[in-house]
């Protein structure tokens, strides 16, 4: 089993859709990183979070740290949002551990 | 851009053949790395450079061979690779190993 793991692997919506991306870990963490990958392979940090929730236009990402558990929204999703969304947690070795991703595809 | 660039962006490469991997960041990180990243896999990191200095290998085949010259380049030369190692090779850089992973777009490597 992996130490995080993402749900669903493949999610595709209809453009406007709500989405949500989960990521659940085994580990202690002193963070948790949400990245997107987009076709040719480029990434892009998105958001590093330890508690709460941050927002950063139509994204929002929340942690629970007791259920550790993370989630990924996106409002009125768009055909550009179409990318592997990557999770990552920071364990207190400060190694990243990655999850697999989940790939999401927005159709107009 | 993201402040860390990549080259080539593609390479197809014979299994005898040696060639060079360059990684390039003027974001003042003193971290960097580089990433494997094969189909539907997560990321495997493959080696860390702080402060120039080389702090983690992990198990990765002597075929792989990095080079830290100064904070901002890094390089990873490949000789007598495989053609499992097709994949996309990625690199990062950080502050301080904690703050601010940014990516490069990343080398598309084929080895035939």
């Known amino acids: 089993k992996n130490e995080v793991e993402q749900s669903p692997q493949n999610l595709t919506a209809q453009e406007g859709e709500f989405i949500t991306i989960n990521c659940s870990y085994s580990?202690?963490?002193?963070?948790l990183h949400w990245l997107q990958q987009h076709p040719g392979g480029g990434i892009v940090s998105l958001f590093m979070?330890?508690?709460?929730?941050k927002k950063h236009g139509r994204l929002i990402a929340t942690i629970n740290i007791q259920e550790k558990h993370s989630s990924l929204h996106i409002t009125a999703s768009h055909p550009r949002d179409s990318a592997v969304y990557i999770c990552a947690v920071m364990d207190s070795n400060y190694q990243l551990i990655w999850g697999a991703g989940t790939k999401l595809i927005i159709k107009p | 851009e993201t402040g860390v660039t990549q080259t080539p962006r593609h390479l197809v490469m014979g299994m005898t053949n040696k060639k060079s991997l360059k990684c390039e960041q003027h974001l003042g990180h003193n971290a960097m790395y580089w990433y494997k990243q094969s189909a539907k896999k997560p990321l495997e990191l493959m080696f860390v450079y702080s402060l120039e200095e080389r702090v983690e290998n992990n198990s990765v085949p002597s075929r792989f061979s990095p080079e830290c010259p100064n904070s901002s380049h890094l390089f990873l030369h490949l000789h007598t690779l495989q053609p499992e190692d097709s994949a996309l090779y990625l690199c990062?850089?950080?502050?301080?190993?904690?703050?601010?992973?940014?990516f490069g777009s990343g080398t598309r490597l084929t080895v035939v």
């Open positions: 580990v202690g963490i002193s963070a």
């Open positions: 979070l330890s508690s709460g929730k």
């Open positions: 990062a850089s950080s502050q301080d190993r904690l703050y601010g992973y940014t």
